[in-house]
């Protein structure tokens, strides 16, 4: 108890920039402890997003360490990080394939019964058992509207019941029954989770302690 590899993030003194002289982090800290649930807010382009891409290992920390369960995620094979970390992005591209496909990514390991119980969280299954073909249906843009693809990215995300969920606040727009429903979905997919979560609005979706970054930079603005 209390090693440093219980923990599902620890983020020490992290420095990052796209372009030399322009940091998005500098010397920034975070630890996430099991369970706890966070949310990050600050404005367009303070680095909200890039700090999902340093966690989930697509870049590479100038200085400082990142470690999920004391691994360095750049380190995780990309074949096992889904199981470390579920993550749903502003925007889910869906792949050529059937509904299943979109879920599983094509990653053979994934049963039919991993795939429905990530739908049952996602609060799809009934909509995809209703297609003519059930899972092994042909995906085509017009099978779901944008809450049931925000949905399905969910299910996609947790396939693996991975213990940490990165949430990226999504886009579209979608009407209040549709946006409750993916609510809803986030909600049982973050109990027994450790949950970091990124929003600008902080509303009803937000519950628990709020982070916000990218201050710094902008001192002395207007
Ligand atoms: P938003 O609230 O709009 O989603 P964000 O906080 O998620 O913004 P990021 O997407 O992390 O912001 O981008 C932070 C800054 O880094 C922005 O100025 C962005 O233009 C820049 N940036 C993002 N990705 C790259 C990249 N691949 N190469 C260079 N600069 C980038
Ligand atoms: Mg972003």
């Not at 990215?153 to 999504?170: G, K, N």
């Not at 809803?184 to 970054?213: E, F, M, W």
Request: hydrophobic residues 35%.
């Amino acid at each position: 108890n209390g090693k440093k590899s219980d923990l599902p993030l620890c983020i020490s003194h992290l420095s990052f920039a796209y372009e030399k002289g322009h940091p998005l982090f500098k010397d920034f800290s975070l630890t996430l402890e099991s369970g706890c649930h966070l949310t990050l807010t600050g404005r367009t382009g303070s680095g909200k997003s890039t700090l999902f891409k340093l966690i989930t290992g697509l870049c590479l920390p100038d200085s400082g360490t990142i470690a999920l369960f004391g691994m360095n995620p750049a380190a995780i094979p990309p074949k096992e990080r889904r199981k470390i970390f579920g993550i749903v992005s502003q925007s889910f591209p869906m792949i050529d394939g059937t509904v299943r496909d979109q879920i599983t990514l094509g990653d053979m390991r994934i049963t039919d019964t991993m795939t429905a119980s990530a739908l049952r969280i996602s609060g799809l299954y009934e909509t995809v058992m209703a297609l003519p073909q059930k899972l092994d249906t042909p995906f085509q843009d017009s099978l779901f509207s944008e809450g049931e693809k925000q949905l399905l990215s969910i299910a996609r995300a947790l396939v693996f019941q991975p213990p940490l969920l990165l949430l990226d606040e999504m886009n579209a727009h979608l009407d209040s029954l549709t946006e409750q429903k993916v609510l809803d979905a986030l909600s049982r997919a973050s109990s027994h989770r450790t949950v970091l979560s990124i929003s600008h609005r902080l509303g009803k979706a937000c519950q628990g302690p709020v982070l916000r970054i990218g201050e710094g930079r902008e001192e002395g603005k207007p």
